[in-house]
């Protein structure tokens, strides 16, 4: 019942930390690093980069790994498939992706940290991390101000709006949307890769559909275009492809600890971080009203200090 008692009387090798609350993720993760146990952690991390580091740190000084639960880092289909083709040029030259957050009553801002860092993940393995960003925000149409900030569920910090629009610019002249909206209807959760020869689409993480999907057009038609086809990819999807994504990431972290190949490549503190500030540069560009560069100035959410 207590996890302070149970690291001090089972001394784990690993502690799995997957509560979802972060009012005490940081407090969690450093008793764990303390206790000299190595930590596979769910998002959200945390709920700016500078408690990242706060962890990161703690795991550097105990010598822990400290690596995140990524499913797609752990699903065969999205590394050893999708990422693949995309390099081996099957949509020519990338040149734009476009995000779709989750829609209904979890639209806007209010989960962008959480569920977004899947996509970033995705996006850092192909073009690295991001050169500036350019974002705006909006509660019922109009541009959120100081007056509209509210505590994030689960401790996620200050958030703010119903919906938002975000751009990324990656070196090399690739880009990337994001977008979400409350009340949108089925919630599209996905992420399209648009390049001069085609275009190739994959659902989000949370997804049991096809993997992955692709369109011989960068600009596909809506309507009445049968030329989207599912790209086949093993294992085929089911029920249980994210336990089991969890379990070849668990693998490769055991690998990792004893010295082996790890099977997968996993995202660890350094990556954890960019995403994160992924995130608060949305926050800190609408306030801007402008592009803002990234790494940005410092490891804060930048609605704390939002007053005018």
Not at 5 to 11: A, D, N, P
Not at 128 to 134: E, I, M, N, S, V
Request: charged share 25%; with cysteine.
């Amino acid at each position: 019942a207590d996890y302070r008692e149970m690291l001090e009387k089972e001394q784990p090798d690993i502690a799995v930390i997957a509560t979802h609350d972060l009012r005490d993720r940081v407090e969690i993760v450093l008793a764990a690093a303390e206790s000299g146990a190595h930590v596979y952690l769910e998002k959200p991390v945390a709920a700016s980069p500078e408690e990242v580091d706060q962890m990161v740190g703690a795991c550097e000084r105990s010598e822990s790994l400290f690596v995140v639960a990524h499913p797609w880092r752990g699903h065969p289909p999205i590394q050893q498939v999708a990422i693949p083709l995309i390099r081996e040029g099957k949509i020519g030259e990338p040149r734009l992706a476009r995000m779709y957050g989750f829609g209904k009553t979890m639209g806007g801002d209010r989960n962008f940290l959480d569920l977004n860092p899947h996509f970033f993940d995705f996006l850092w393995q192909l073009f690295g991390a991001p050169l500036w960003c350019h974002a705006h925000i909006t509660q019922d149409g109009r541009s959120v101000t100081p007056a509209d900030l509210e505590d994030g569920r689960w401790g996620i910090g200050l958030v703010a709006g119903n919906g938002i629009k975000v751009y990324y610019a990656f070196e090399g002249g690739f880009a990337a949307e994001f977008e979400s909206f409350q009340g949108d209807g089925d919630d599209p959760f996905r992420i399209d890769i648009h390049g001069t020869a085609g275009t190739i689409s994959l659902p989000g993480p949370m997804g049991n559909e096809p993997d992955i999907n692709f369109h011989p057009h960068t600009n596909p038609r809506l309507l009445n275009d049968d030329r989207w086809e599912v790209i086949p990819s093993d294992p085929p999807p089911d029920e249980h492809k994210w336990v089991n994504a969890h379990h070849r990431m668990a693998r490769s972290m055991m690998d990792m600890l004893e010295g082996k190949t790890p099977e997968y490549e996993l995202v660890q503190g350094p990556n954890a971080r960019i995403y994160s500030e992924m995130a608060m540069a949305a926050h800190a560009s609408h306030i801007a009203g402008a592009r803002v560069s990234l790494p940005l100035p410092n490891g804060k959410n930048p609605f704390d200090t939002w007053t005018s």
